[in-house]
């Protein structure tokens, strides 16, 4: 047997743009389930979505993948 271990990575996500009102936070709850990262999303005071992802290092990169595009109601300009 052959057995690949994946590095487990915890990466904080601050998104910009319209993102809020707009059901941002429940996609990210559904990305974060479909690529099997834990973590948190929260609405920042000044706007923005702050995201926690923790999981392998692969998953977690498709997950920021997929909070780039958002919802279809959401335009986001900019995630660092």
Same mark, same amino acid.
């Given at each position: &047997?052959?057995?690949?271990? $994946? &590095?487990? %990575?915890?990466?904080?996500?601050?998104?910009?743009?319209? %993102?809020?009102?707009?059901?941002?936070?429940?996609f990210?709850?559904?990305?974060?389930?479909?690529?099997?990262?834990?973590?948190? %999303?929260?609405?920042?005071?000044?706007g923005r979505? $702050?995201?926690?992802?923790?999981?392998?290092?692969?998953?977690?990169?498709?997950?920021?993948?997929?909070?780039?595009?958002?919802?279809?109601?959401?335009?986001? $300009?900019?995630?660092?």
């Amino acid at each position: &047997m052959n057995f690949e271990l $994946e &590095m487990i %990575v915890a990466r904080k996500f601050i998104i910009s743009g319209l %993102v809020q009102g707009v059901g941002y936070r429940f996609f990210t709850q559904r990305a974060a389930a479909r690529h099997q990262v834990r973590g948190y %999303v929260k609405n920042l005071a000044d706007g923005r979505v $702050e995201a926690l992802a923790q999981g392998g290092e692969k998953s977690v990169e498709n997950f920021k993948h997929d909070l780039t595009a958002g919802p279809s109601f959401s335009n986001v $300009e900019h995630i660092r």
